[in-house]
């Protein structure tokens, strides 16, 4: 300001206050910017402490994934908008979002992994277990930040793929992997007689849902458990009475179950009453052939709905390819969800970024020992 002497408000609050109260309010993008302007700020928003509150007070939201890249949805309940996060090159081969985790996404492209924290804008390649012999595969199933080490960790899976009608299914080998590590550690699983199912399946088709310390898969009749703590599998049970059509939801204080009727049009939303005694309860139902949408939605031609939720009450559903509504719980329709960019056959998926400014030693390691490789896309967040 003219005549100004150069003092500022701030000069007139304790640090503490400035860092505790204010700075961990700002977005990631923010603070990083404060962190130049003064050395107190820097080392202040540098902490452990404050980087893990900081994360905690940013919003989850839902991962929107194209053939081009990954987006997210932003904005405030009036005005919700698809931004991207990151963009693929122009290479023919398919990328795959992998996991996401405090702030952290895992992207594959064939058999190269990458993680990356698009909010600080690093990124590096990932180790992963060895391939089994012939036919195999490595897939993320999990990714974690251990509760007692406070190191980041992969769950993956191994698998051989017969290749031949008579030839013997193997079942799969578990591999917990530290964030930078190239030792990992085989885990077993319980077994059960004619089992029908892996334990935990691939995170790009099934994100486990986090919850209580815990990772959550929806396996069939049963919900498999992986605690993060010990590394271990178990199995709860579900309302076996909603069959096959269902999908499983964090809804912060609860898990819940989303059923969705044979004609795809009514969505029933059950919540883990007693997360100890396995007791469930019926929450709410929404009606999409009765919801008052404007334009009037068209549901011809529409697929099984695709459900994320933003909070507590306001959540996105997706029944096309094109197409992404914005509703509360009791099924009032609060508008259409528009891209910034031009986007074709995207899909709404169930993992979700809250961004973070959390590094990982991998990353530097990486840089100073310049063997980074250079990753297939760009962050653009």
Not at 89 to 109: E, N, P, R
Not at 350 to 365: A, D, G, V, Y
Not at 375 to 380: A, D, G, M, N
Request: hydrophobic residues 40%.
């Amino acid at each position: 300001m003219p005549g100004s002497s150069g003092v500022t408000a701030f000069d007139d609050l304790p640090e503490w206050l400035v860092v505790d109260e204010i700075l961990v309010r700002l977005p990631p993008k923010d603070v990083l910017r404060c962190r130049a302007v003064r050395k107190s700020w820097r080392s202040g928003t540098s902490t452990d402490a404050f980087i893990l509150g900081h994360h905690r007070r940013q919003p989850s939201l839902p991962i929107i994934q194209h053939k081009l890249g990954i987006c997210r949805v932003v904005g405030g309940s009036n005005d919700l908008k698809i931004r991207p996060v990151i963009r693929y090159d122009g290479s023919f081969t398919k990328f795959q979002l992998q996991a996401a985790c405090d702030g952290l996404l895992i992207v594959s492209q064939q058999a190269n992994f990458f993680i990356c924290n698009p909010a600080t804008l690093k990124c590096a390649s990932l180790p992963r277990p060895p391939l089994r012999p012939r036919f195999s595969f490595i897939d993320v199933v999990g990714f974690y930040r251990h509760p007692t080490s406070g190191e980041h960790r992969i769950l993956w899976v191994s698998y051989t793929k017969p290749i031949r009608i008579y030839e013997t299914f193997q079942l799969p080998d578990y591999f917990i992997l530290a964030v930078g590590s190239s030792q990992p550690r085989c885990i077993q699983w319980p077994t059960v007689s004619k089992q029908k199912y892996f334990p935990a399946t691939r995170s790009t088709d099934c994100p486990p849902v986090h919850h209580r310390g815990s990772l959550h898969w929806l396996m069939g009749l049963n919900i498999v458990v992986f605690d993060t703590v010990a590394e271990t599998f178990r199995q709860m049970s579900r309302p076996t009475q909603l069959g096959d059509m269902v999908s499983l939801l964090d809804m912060g204080e609860a898990l819940a179950l989303c059923h969705v009727a044979p004609d795809c049009a009514t969505l029933d939303v059950w919540v883990l009453q007693d997360y100890d005694a396995g007791t469930w309860g019926f929450h709410y139902r929404i009606d999409l052939l009765g919801m008052e949408a404007s334009p009037p939605i068209n549901w011809m031609f529409q697929s099984i709905p695709r459900m994320a939720l933003i909070n507590e009450r306001e959540l996105l559903i997706q029944r096309h390819i094109h197409h992404l509504l914005h509703c509360d719980i009791d099924g009032v329709f609060l508008g259409n969800v528009e891209s910034e960019e031009r986007l074709s056959c995207w899909t709404l998926t169930r993992h979700c970024l809250q961004e973070s400014m959390i590094s990982l030693p991998l990353f530097e390691t990486q840089e100073e020992e310049a063997v980074n490789q250079e990753p297939p896309f760009s962050i653009v967040l």
